[in-house]
Antibody, heavy 122, light 110 residues
């Protein structure tokens, strides 16, 4: 059974930093592209970033480019999102998600974590 | 990237069918066959119901179906059941390794 478990969320001041983690199990982690999606309170879903399985290719939404960094440790089956220069508008539940196919498949997501809440406020 | 356009709400009685639309542009919905639909119950993570416009993951009832015409994709839920009441989001590949979501539709089962 595929499991994705996020951690690392919390309250941070504007301008601060936070690192989210996503522990994956139940599938061959290194062969899947992995994605972060966020959802502001009471709002819709927003795609944040994607990383390839083993080539290290990364892509970001314009809203986080230059401030967030996605990375992974395939030896530990872990996905990360380093968030710097946080703003109030980054307040959201952050989900990690995988696609239904191995290889480069960033187009849809068949498994999601339970989410980790990041609140940016002074 | 602009969000895809969905109606904020939709409703139907048990047993009826309801269709939710998702309108984009030729740069996203109209340009790729990578439209997905997600169901989200309050406080829960999204669940994929349809991917690649028409494909249904195992375990998703065949009451859920997807289609696309031009720049508009649609999700149809047939034989509405109480447990179908949820928020539904469409998404589409938008090129340059980006994905764009719709604003969401709240489906009410009357």
């Amino acid at each position: 059974e595929v499991q994705l478990l996020e951690s690392g969320g919390g309250l941070v001041q504007p301008g601060g930093s936070l690192r989210l983690s996503c522990a994956a199990s139940g599938f061959t982690f290194s062969t899947y592209a992995m994605t972060w999606v966020r959802q502001a309170p009471g709002k819709g879903l927003e795609w944040v970033s994607v990383i390839s399985g083993s080539d290290g290719y990364t892509f970001y939404a314009d809203s986080v480019k230059g401030r967030f960094t996605i990375s992974r440790d395939n030896s530990q089956n872990m996905l990360y999102l380093q968030m710097n220069s946080l703003r109030a508008e980054d307040t959201a539940v952050y989900y990690c998600a995988k696609g239904p196919r191995s290889g480069w498949y960033p187009y849809s997501f068949d498994s999601w974590g339970q989410g980790s809440l990041v609140a940016v406020s002074s | 990237q602009s969000a895809l356009t969905q109606p904020p709400s939709a409703s139907g009685s048990p047993g009826q069918s309801v269709t939710i639309s998702c309108t984009g542009t030729s740069s996203d919905v109209g340009g790729y066959n990578y439209v997905s639909w997600y169901q989200q119950h309050p406080g829960k993570a999204p669940k994929v119901m349809i991917y690649e416009v028409t494909k249904r993951p195992s375990g998703v009832p065949d009451r859920f179906s997807g289609s696309k015409s031009g720049n508009t994709a649609s999700l149809t839920v047939s034989g509405l059941q109480a447990e179908d009441e949820a928020d539904y989001y469409c998404s589409s590949y938008a090129g340059s390794n980006n994905v764009v979501f719709g604003g969401g539709t709240k489906l009410t089962v009357l």
